[in-house]
């Protein structure tokens, strides 16, 4: 079982930044592929971005060039770095550590709110 810890999420401006976490449980944080999703009010769940355990990085086309995914391994720990905020970026995000193609954990979400 691992456990996921998300912070960082609020409410900004249009144009501002935020910075959110992700601290997981336990010793094989550093073998994981790190995803961040976000979920909108009525809408599906998507994949926002992803890092792997070599550190390869991909992102969704919405958020490219403003969103940057990191890693710490020493501290058990993803980031997103959230740029140049859009209303449209509203959402509850959620990390997601896999395991494997089958297995995997989520996190229990930190609202995101982007409004003048």
């Known amino acids: 079982q691992v456990q996921l810890v998300e912070s960082g999420g609020g409410l900004v401006q249009p144009g501002g930044s935020l910075r959110l976490s992700c601290t997981a449980s336990?010793?094989?944080?550093?073998?994981?592929?790190m995803r961040w999703y976000r979920q909108a009010p009525g809408k599906q769940r998507q994949l926002v971005a992803a890092i792997t355990s070599g550190g390869s990085t991909n992102y969704a086309d919405p958020v490219k060039g403003r969103f940057t995914i990191s890693r710490d391994n020493a501290k058990n720990t993803v980031y997103l770095q959230m740029n140049s905020l859009k209303p449209e970026d509203t959402a509850t995000y959620y990390c997601?550590?896999?395991?494997?193609?089958?297995?995997?954990?989520w996190g229990q979400g930190t609202q995101v709110t982007v409004s003048s």
């Open positions: 997601y550590a896999a395991l494997s193609s089958h297995l995997g954990y």
């Open positions: 336990g010793s094989s944080f550093s073998i994981y592929t």
